[in-house]
Structure formats: C-alpha cells, structure tokens
C-alpha cells in the first residue's frame, strides 16, 4: 500500500506496479490527543527511480515528501500533481499513482472526526482530489508537515509522530457531540457484521434515513451503501490474503471480485 495516478481499477497495469517489496512501510500508532484523529502515521521509503502503485480507498491522507514526487489519478481520470506538504481529499475508490523517485514520505491516515475537525469541509463534495495541505488544513498541521521535511533524516519516526500529534490536536475543532456519535455508531454497524443491513441505521444513530445519509457523505464521503460495499471489500482482501480462501468463497459471502479490485486495487488473488 502506497497513497501516491489510472482510472478505474480494471484500467490498472498490475504487471507495471512497482514491486510490493521495493516500497517500505512503517506505521506509527497515533497517541495521545490525536489518537482520534488519524487511524496511523506512517514513513514511507522507496529507492526506485520510477515507482508505479495504488491507493485503496481512504478517508483522506496528510502527507509530507520529503523526497521524490509525482502525481495521482483518481476513479473518474482526473490526474493532480503532488505537493512538498498535500492532503489527499477521501476518495471513493482506489487510486494510481506515478513517482520519481527516491521517495521518502512521513504521513497520517486521518479518521473521519480528524478529517472532519481539520477542514470543517464534506468529505463527499471535496472527494477524489490532491491540495496543496495550505489549501484546507490550518496553518499549525502546515507549518509541522514542513518542518518535518526539514527534518526528515535526521527525525526519528516518535519525534515525527509527536510533532504532528501536537500540531493535529491543537488545530482540530470539536464536532458537535452528537455528531460523533453518529461516527461511532457507523463505525459500530460496519464492525458488526460481514455484510451491515442498511435498514437499521435509523434505529442505531436516532437520525431519519435522509439524514443518515446526508451524514454519512459528510463524514465518511459515501452513503451507507457505499460504506458497506466498501467494508465488504476491505475485509475481502483480507480473507484472500489467507491461502486457505478461495475467492469463490468471499464472493459467495457478498464480496464480488469486482469490488474489491474498485476499493482495495490490487486484489490478493490477483
């Protein structure tokens, strides 16, 4: 996994991505404040002097390069180029993305409540694209993301990861409370089956059906459906990364090939 553009997924060269082992990634675990706020940070190594690979779909990306750049190609064939400190906006499938490198990468995976605190912004209606981070993030998760680049070889990944929790959790502002519940709520009804009913949702966050929906697009940038697609293929490739299980027998349990290539890109059997 990579977050740097290919359209759809069936467009997709597989034989032309860079090889799986050649990019290298550590993850931090986010404390702290900003636990909340991001799911993980990460480092990101390539040596590679062209490297060529997907992102799965993702609520949004804080990314800083150090070294390298390139540029992402979203579902619908709109490419935007990369920036020295960028966020990548939700997306509702997996992406492309074309690197010079070397590539050297510190990063943060944001969380539907940091995507959310941070840029005050609906996840559906700012979706599939790159900014420059200046263009939506506040100026203390900026400022961080550069100094950090200044850094970046002699910063330990702690040192990073504390610098840009700080940064995070003081420019963050708090959702409405009962928002958050919302978020949690949906996060409980994707967990709590392989294949979540829609129907129920009402009952679950105390909101009308359009308004589960309207929130859901904020927050998560896709309706209930789409998330449950999405958390079908996601726990998809998983299951097929188990030699054990065949990819006859996900889609018997309601995870088509297909949308597993739509959100996760590379596709275990594949």
Known sequence: MAFMGGGSSDAIDHARLTRAGSIRMRLIAPQGPAAHLATTFFRLECDEPAIRDVQPSSIGIFAVQARGGGH?????????????????????????????????????????????????????????????????????????????RARYDSMSDEEASGLLSQALAAAARPLPAEHVRFIVSIREWLASSLSPEIGGLPARTGYSARQVQRLAERYFGLTPKGLARKYRALRAAVSLSRPEITADEIAARGSPQRAVRDICARAPWA
């Not at 979203?74 to 992406?95: C, N, Q, Y």
């Not at 900014?131 to 993030?137: E, Q, V, Y």
């Open 72 to 148: 992402i190609r979203f579902l619908d064939g709109r490419t935007d180029p990369g920036h020295p400190v960028m966020l990548v906006t939700p997306t509702e499938a997996a992406s492309t993305f074309e690197v010079a490198g070397p590539w050297r990468v510190f990063g943060a995976m944001l969380s539907p409540v940091g995507w959310a605190g941070l840029t005050g912004r609906c996840a559906k209606r700012e979706g599939n694209r790159l900014h420059p981070a200046g263009a939506m993030l506040p100026p203390p998760v900026v400022a961080a993301g550069e100094a950090i």
